[in-house]
């Protein structure tokens, strides 16, 4: 597995990492520490989590909250020393008027519980899951900044931020003498390049690592779905993904999914091997997220840098994906 520095900082991380937002919610503790232990003998260091991932992602009740980390936390064990732990805050967790958010009340309140759901004393890199409109971004960054000076955290990022969001935290930072945002985490795959518009040249400009989640569109590039065909039993589709069914609902999406599977196999690779190799190629990705639910799942990161693609390659599949 090969590593990478994350954005200018000197944290070197795996350029695929593990998404654990099925743990506690689509796979029980068993699954979900045969997946953590596949991935860390692949040579995957970053693992990825959130205090929202659990049942009550699509129970509604936000007190099922934290499953995700509390399997980890358990898990973990003597592990823990050779991955680089990251998770997120803003999802509401609770039923209180303070529950979600990035007050510093809550960011203060809400890392406490990670830290002990995870098990750990420190979170390698803690990250503002969406930006809040409803909270000046000084307070957020003043809050994340005593966290890094307290021990608790060691590198502070974003996830969902667009451009100005990040330059403008950014900015601030550099105002207050603060920590900055060493990365942030936006969706990135052969078939969703909206962040190539200026996201990613920002990120490649200034330095940020993009730490990039679906980079296989959530199971359309891994070959799971057809039009036409009932979605497999156990799939994101099947449990009714809301991102995904949206996707799904627009037929241009399977049909470059075809015709990359078509390019992929002329060439004697996978589409799912394609289309990481793909993403962790581009400018400014630090590593790409996957989110896996089985252990065998995560054979294609295996040997992604024999997947070399030349300006031809690329022009082809830029043809086909427009």
Request: charged share 25%; proline share 3%; glycine share 10%.
């Amino acid at each position: 597995m090969q590593h990478r520095r994350l954005g200018q900082t000197g944290l070197k991380v795996s350029v695929v990492a593990l998404g654990c937002m099925a743990f506690g919610r689509w796979i029980d503790e068993t699954s979900s520490e045969r997946v953590f232990d596949a991935a860390v003998d692949a040579g995957i260091t970053l693992i990825d989590t959130a205090d929202i991932y659990g049942r009550g992602m699509d129970s509604g009740d936000p007190t099922q909250s934290g499953e995700s980390e509390m399997i980890l936390g358990r898990i973990m064990k003597e592990k823990r020393h050779r991955i680089i732990l990251a998770t997120k805050v803003n999802g509401r967790v609770g039923l209180g008027p303070n529950d979600y958010g990035l007050s510093r009340y809550h960011i203060m309140k809400t890392v406490e519980d990670s830290l002990q759901r995870l098990r750990t004393d420190v979170i390698d890199l803690y990250q503002v899951h969406r930006f809040d409109p409803q909270t000046p971004i000084e307070e957020t960054l003043g809050a994340l900044d005593d966290l890094i000076h307290q021990g608790k955290v060691r590198y502070i990022g974003c996830s969902n931020y667009a451009a100005w969001q990040i330059a403008k935290s950014r900015g601030i930072s550099t105002q207050y003498g603060f920590n900055k945002f060493v990365s942030v985490q936006p969706a990135y795959s052969l078939l969703v390049r909206d962040i190539e518009k200026e996201l990613l040249p920002f990120c490649e400009s200034e330095g940020v690592g993009a730490i990039v989640y679906s980079p296989l569109a959530r199971g359309i590039l891994a070959g799971k779905y057809q039009a036409g065909v009932a979605p497999p039993a156990g799939s994101r589709a099947e449990m009714k993904d809301r991102s995904l069914v949206t996707m799904l609902a627009k037929g241009e999406y399977l049909q470059r999914a075809e015709k990359l599977q078509e390019f992929a196999l002329q060439r004697g690779w996978s589409l799912p091997r394609l289309a990481l190799a793909w993403v962790i190629q581009r400018a400014g990705v630090s590593s790409a997220i996957m989110g896996v639910s089985k252990a065998d799942q995560l054979s294609v990161v295996t040997n992604l840098e024999d997947i070399q693609l030349n300006g031809e390659d690329l022009a082809v599949i830029d043809r086909i994906c427009e």
